[in-house]
């Protein structure tokens, strides 16, 4: 890097400044993107051993007007280092609630559960209770259906203020899940000290059940361990039988992949409700 000028300092390393180039014009596209309506919540359904229908993961999809509908991999991430994930936090939970108290109105849609997944940015807010408690408010969507899901390496980061936060949405009647359980470098007496309501075990785990034994093993520790401290456990990226047959086997409650669906639209998915 070279200074140029006081405060600038520019990049001579083209595929550098490309690099930029391309994250700038998207955040900037971000900035745009929630007031001209370009994401959409897209709802995939959780089942439990019995193969019923008890709720669903909501995942964020952005239609972008020039290159189509892109996958959030490619820009929460790029959210998170900025504070644009703040505004498309809310915009995740607004909608989500507003679906939640939607469905309470259907006959096959009342009482499932909805999953959110929240930012490590969001979550660390000051006034992220007081968020979630008007987001309710003003929804009048059921707290009691409302699952929080939340990744290791952000409730590690202050645990007193994760205690704080988790026991004040509790106390509403939110429940918490763990995602993407054993992909970071889990402290397990945390979940005793965390008072969370669910374990997400990560795909990477499941896509080679059960032939890899390393796997395997892995699995039927987190399920026994989550079992023995009282938590529910759902497996994500569920694709085949065998897998499903697997987890079951070991005491999975509840499963999550592209054995049961994929992840639908709103409407898609009250078809789907309706098809069962
Ligand atoms: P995640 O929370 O671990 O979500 C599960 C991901 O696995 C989703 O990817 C889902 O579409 C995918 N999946 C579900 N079933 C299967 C399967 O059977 N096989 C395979 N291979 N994949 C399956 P997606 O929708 O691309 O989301 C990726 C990640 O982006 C999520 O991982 C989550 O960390 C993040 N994300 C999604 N929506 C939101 C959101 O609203 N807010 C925030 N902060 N993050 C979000
Ligand atoms: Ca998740
Ligand atoms: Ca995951
Ligand atoms: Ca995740």
Known sequence: AKTAGRNTVRFYDPSMQAALDRRSTLENELRHAIKRGEFTLHYQPQFDRLHRLIGAEALLRWQHPRD????????????????????????????????????????????????????????????????????????????????????????????????????????????????????????????????????KIDKSFVVNLPGNGADAAIVTAIITMARSLGLNIIAEGVETEMQRAFLDSQGCHAYQGHLFSRPLTGEAFEAFVGGI
């Not at 059921?142 to 980061?157: F, H």
């Not at 763990?178 to 965390?194: H, K, M, N, Y």
Request: aromatic share 6%; net charge negative; proline share 4%.
């Open 68 to 199: 189509g509908l892109i996958a959030p991999a490619e820009f929460i991430p790029v959210s998170e280092q900025t504070s644009i994930i703040l505004p498309i936090g809310s915009w995740v939970l607004e909608t989500a609630c507003a679906q939640l108290a939607a469905w309470s109105h259907g006959e096959r849609t009342r009482g499932l559960m909805l999953g959110v997944n929240v930012s490590a940015r969001q979550f660390r807010q000051p006034d992220f209770v007081d968020q979630v408690r008007n987001v309710l408010d003003s929804s009048h969507a059921n707290p009691e259906l409302l699952t929080l899901e939340l990744t290791e390496s952000m409730v590690l980061g202050d645990v007193a203020d994760t205690i704080r936060k988790i026991t004040a949405l509790k106390q509403l009647g939110i429940h918490f899940s763990l995602d993407d359980f054993g992909t970071g470098f889990s402290s397990f007496s945390c979940l005793t000290r965390l008072s969370l309501d669910q374990l």
